[in-house]
């Protein structure tokens, strides 16, 4: 049976220029109503995991988490499953920098700016704030990465930057490592530590 895996894929590949006839069946058959579109898959881990935390089954409630690529594809997205194309509700996160990007987009598609929550710099800042530096460094222990990340610190081009800069560009430094923290982060949050950005996110759908 087709899933929304199977769906996020169809989007992809309509995005990359498919004939977007794959999508459209599969968000009929799947009965999709709302597409969460963030920036990355370290966004998409983070989001799902908090989902599940909640004891939330967002598949089965018809709303799709689609990892854009990066900001600027939001006006293709917003195109393909927004009012011009498949009639979804959207809703997501946008970075403050980026947010004009977004805003743009979603005036173009005829869609409303309202279910977009905006992070300061980016969803990793927000998670280590609420987090604080000492956790974070207890997870990269408890993950064997202390060592790499004392390394990391000992850089010239990291001294005299605040910690928080530091983590954040530390976990974009080997591929794959933001996704894995992503959702590491989000699991080592108390309910109530939540960012708001995320929290009125997953409360609006």
Do not use: H
């Amino acid at each position: 049976m087709a899933d929304m895996r199977a769906f996020r894929e169809a989007v992809d590949d309509w995005a990359s220029g498919g004939t977007g006839e794959a999508a459209r069946e599969l968000a009929a058959w799947l009965n999709v109503r709302t597409a969460v579109l963030l920036e990355g898959p370290s966004d998409l881990a983070a989001v799902e995991v908090l989902a599940e935390r909640r004891g939330r089954d967002l598949a089965a409630e018809g709303v799709c988490v689609i990892s854009m690529g990066g900001a600027m594809s939001v006006a293709r997205y917003t195109g393909l499953l927004g009012p011009p194309g498949l009639g979804l509700r959207l809703t997501g996160l946008s970075d403050e920098n980026e947010q004009p990007f977004y805003d743009r987009a979603l005036d173009r598609a005829g869609a409303p700016r309202e279910g977009f929550f905006v992070c300061v710099a980016d969803l990793e800042d927000e998670l280590i704030r609420a987090l604080g530096t000492t956790r974070i460094e207890d997870i990269l222990r408890s993950e064997g990465e202390l060592r790499s990340w004392q390394t990391f610190v000992r850089q010239p081009a990291q001294r005299g930057r605040p910690r928080q800069r530091q983590l954040r560009r530390f976990l974009g430094t080997t591929k794959g490592r933001k996704i894995r923290y992503g959702r590491l982060l989000a699991e080592a949050l108390a309910p109530e530590e939540v960012p708001a950005p995320l929290d009125d996110l997953l409360a609006s759908l």
